[in-house]
């Protein structure tokens, strides 16, 4: 069973700063998913990648397959970043995969 | 193109009562899937279809019952309701395996 772990699981910053969330798996996977929750809303997809980097705006996803490892970065955070921030690990291809979720990261950042 | 539209937004019930959520999609993705989200336990899987006829039970199906009788539609019934079913709901839809996540706006559930 893959264990999807993020951290920090909380995180609070300054307006400006740059933020770090990070997401490590136990099994090799497919495809990793960001996605982004702000306080009592829906769900959001950032990004999806299988390998390297992608970025849109200020923000900056990474993944590092043989490390089992994913990060979200944030630049120049703003309080409307503030939200909850979760990946999903998909494994498998073709009609036979899984999602696994992490708990989330909760991010405040403070004007 | 609407995506993935989830209704009601908020029900509440009594202990006993049935009811069904409603999530439809119109991006003919094959996978859907349904959640639930409580405080400090993250997405929990309810159940999840990979086509047209086709369901699973997921992580915790206990008192849910899920049919997928066309591709847009995956409707979840709550059979008898229970005060431990108080959630807020999540519905996503997605495919193939490479392609983004695209959730209902969610429901929130409060069974007394």
């Known amino acids: 069973k893959n264990e999807v772990e993020q951290s920090p699981q909380n995180l609070t910053a300054q307006e400006g700063e740059f933020i770090t969330i990070n997401c490590s798996y136990s099994?090799?996977?497919?495809?990793l998913h960001w996605l982004q929750q702000h306080p009592g809303g829906g769900i959001v997809s950032l990004f999806m990648?299988?390998?390297g980097k992608k970025k849109h705006g200020r923000l900056i996803a990474t993944i590092n397959i043989q490390e089992k490892h994913s990060s979200l970065h944030i630049t120049a955070s703003h309080p409307r970043d503030s939200a909850v921030y979760i990946c999903?690990?998909?494994?498998?291809?073709?009609?036979?995969?899984?999602?696994?979720f992490g708990k989330g990261t909760l991010l405040t950042v403070n004007p | 193109n609407a995506g993935v539209t989830q209704t009601p937004k908020f029900q509440v019930l009594k202990t006993g009562q049935s009811m069904t959520l409603q999530c439809a999609q119109d991006m003919n993705h094959e996978y859907m899937s349904w959640y639930r989200q409580d405080p400090g336990m993250g997405l929990r899987l309810i159940h999840y279809s990979v086509g047209a006829g086709i369901t699973d039970q997921g992580e915790v199906p206990n008192g849910y019952n899920v049919s997928r009788s066309t591709t847009e539609d995956f409707p979840l019934r709550l059979l008898s309701a229970a005060p431990s079913q108080t959630s807020v709901y999540f519905c996503a839809a997605w495919g193939p395996w490479d392609s983004p996540l695209h959730f209902g706006n969610g429901t929130r559930l409060t069974v007394t």
């Open positions: 999903a690990a998909t494994e498998g291809e073709g009609s036979n995969y899984k999602l696994t």
């Open positions: 099994v090799g996977i497919s495809a």
């Open positions: 990648l299988s390998s």
